[in-house]
């Protein structure tokens, strides 16, 4: 039931958010070099900060002069979601820097074609696209497509950037040592907060080698919220973190997340937050953590490089 009320509630925030006639792809065949396949019917994977998200509106500034596909590249996020077949704009990137929304439709106004990589596939599928719409009430981009990949959480780059993935292994919380471990990492890291008698949640943990250095890094997504996606209370959270080995130690460190401490019940529409990806999107040889989030009528995603134990969010867009 709940799954429901948030497909009606949510097809009706996008019909609100778009306000202008829905942009029409068609899909592409895959280029013969490629070791792809056109889109087909797969899984699908349910992905999903409270802070505002910054985005910044359309403006006027002179913006960088790029080659596209070869020194610029926009990133975008989505896929099928509930139903509906789209992508937000998270922004763009070059070898060098990170680029708003603003800055990188600038750079690329037209047509394009893009490249879609997903959770565990680079060069999946491939998409033949228009220009974005603006929604001036997300204040954010989006584009539609007529492809049905019966996948969510995809990353999309202009076809021709090179991007950079390594296996992911799940660790599955069963039991096992390797579980409780795990589970009592997040219990200390909660606890470290300031969070009495922390409570465990829902919790995914992955392992993947970020710098290409031998030595793998775990990511653990875990969640305590009520099933309204309205109300919180002390002890409710939903958090990412990165367990990575430093010299001789191992620290823990915040990718994202919400910990909420009120001991009245208060209504904040949380934000549940899930790993979505790891992927090289700026060709420094490490891979960055894309995050996922949903809540109450809007979801988005962001981006995190990560550079040892600093963790610097690159881009993020939501609805």
């Known amino acids: 039931m709940q799954t429901q009320k948030l497909f009606i509630v949510l097809l009706v925030g996008l019909a609100a958010c778009s306000q202008k006639p829905v942009v029409t792809f068609e899909v592409l065949t895959p280029e013969p070099a490629v070791s792809a396949t056109p889109w087909v019917e797969g899984t699908q ?11 910044s509106t359309p403006s006027a500034l ?20 509930y139903q509906t077949t789209f992508f937000l704009l998270l922004g763009g990137v070059s070898r060098d820097a990170w680029l708003a929304p603003d800055t990188s439709v600038a750079l690329y106004p037209g047509e394009a074609t893009y490249s879609l990589h997903t959770w565990m596939q680079e060069y999946k599928y491939f998409v033949w696209g228009k220009a974005p719409e603006f929604s001036p009430t997300c204040k954010t981009y989006s584009i539609g497509t007529d492809a049905n990949p019966n996948e969510a959480g995809m990353i999309a780059v202009r076809d021709g950037w090179n991007i950079t993935k390594r296996a992911v292994t799940e660790l599955f919380v069963d039991g096992s040592a390797n579980g409780q471990f795990y589970q009592q990492v997040v ?133």
């Open 45 to 55: 994977m349910a992905v999903a900060t409270p802070t505002p998200l910054a985005v």
């Open 62 to 81: 002179p913006v960088p002069t790029f080659t596209p596909a070869t020194d610029f590249s926009p990133v975008l996020y989505g896929g099928k979601l």
């Open 187 to 319: 219990l200390d890291w909660l606890a470290a907060e300031g969070v009495a008698a922390p409570r465990l949640g829902v919790m995914q943990i992955f392992r993947v080698d970020i710098e290409g250095d031998g030595t793998d890094e775990i990511f653990i997504s875990a969640t305590r919220l009520d099933e309204s996606q309205h109300t919180t209370k002390a002890g409710d959270y939903s958090i990412i973190l990165m367990r990575k080995v430093q010299g001789n130690d191992t620290v823990t460190k915040l990718i994202a997340g919400d910990v909420y401490d009120s001991q009245d019940l208060e209504i904040t529409y949380p934000r549940t937050y899930s790993l979505a990806n790891f992927i090289d999107l700026n060709q420094d040889g490490v891979l960055e953590v894309v995050v996922g989030f949903e809540k109450w009528e809007g979801f988005g995603a962001a981006v995190y490089q990560i550079d040892g134990q600093n963790v610097t969010e690159a881009l993020k867009a939501g609805c």
